[in-house]
């Protein structure tokens, strides 16, 4: 079964850091965009960024451009997303999602599944 | 950015009711369209691909049509477990974006 398992909830205080995980298994972690989602509380959803385990390339969204670094360790399957000062507004879900890539007729389209369960990260002084 | 747009953002239906989601692209996307169903407290999971393909073990009284910038998500017989929000997200560009949500609820 493909899936993505991330890290517990988290409450930090504003200026604190902070690296939640998000870990892959059932297929081969190397081959697939791995992105993470923001969803503030009771709003939608925010596409932050995306990493390619295999050689690390990453991008980010222009919003989250410097706000949040995304990483991920090929040698254990796990992608992570880091902030090194948070702010109260980074209180949020957090998901990752692999970015699964059609073959055929779908060679150029692309879409999210699976998720991970979500990792609520709360920032309160 | 392509913005994604949503209409209703929130309905009222009854188990069995036929109910259509609309949502538009501020751009012409081609069949770049996914749909995404997300019950509370819970991830968000794919329905629908590329506007119309059907996602493996999604029962079949969902279906999703259209292209360029309109398309539909269509659940042909609300059952109780579709109580939920649906979000559409284009993928023809980066950054990929999402619709603001549909929430759908009991009557």
């Known amino acids: 079964e493909v899936q993505l398992v991330q890290s517990g909830a988290e409450v930090k205080k504003p200026g604190e850091s902070l690296k939640i995980s998000c870990k892959g298994s059932?297929?081969?972690?190397?081959?697939?965009?791995i992105g993470w989602v923001r969803q503030m509380p009771g709003k939608g959803l925010e596409w932050m960024g995306i990493i390619y385990p295999g050689d690390s390339d990453t991008r980010y969204s222009p919003s989250f451009q410097g706000q949040v670094t995304i990483s991920a360790d090929k040698s254990i399957s796990t992608a992570y997303l880091q902030w090194s000062s948070l702010k109260a507004s980074d209180t949020a879900m957090y998901y990752c999602?692999?970015?699964?890539?059609?073959?055929?007729?779908?060679?150029?389209?692309?879409?999210?599944?699976?998720w991970g369960q979500g990792t609520l990260v709360t920032v309160s002084s | 950015d392509i913005q994604m747009t949503q209409s209703p953002s929130s309905l009222s239906a009854s188990v069995g009711d036929r109910v259509t989601i609309t949502c538009r692209a501020s751009?012409?996307?081609?069949?770049?369209l996914n749909w995404y169903q997300q019950k509370p407290g819970k991830a968000p999971k794919l329905l629908i691909y590329?506007?119309?393909s059907l996602q493996s073990g999604v029962p079949s009284r969902f279906s999703g049509s259209g292209s360029g910038t309109d398309f539909t998500l269509t659940i042909s017989s609300l059952q109780p477990e579709d109580f939920a929000t649906y979000y559409c997200q284009q993928s023809y560009s980066t950054p990929p974006t999402f619709g603001p949500g549909t929430k759908v609820d009991i009557k």
């Open positions: 999602a692999r970015q699964f890539h059609g073959s055929g007729s779908y060679y150029n389209q692309n879409w999210f599944d699976p």
């Open positions: 751009q012409s996307i081609s069949s770049y």
């Open positions: 590329a506007a119309s």
């Open positions: 059932g297929y081969s972690f190397t081959s697939y965009w």
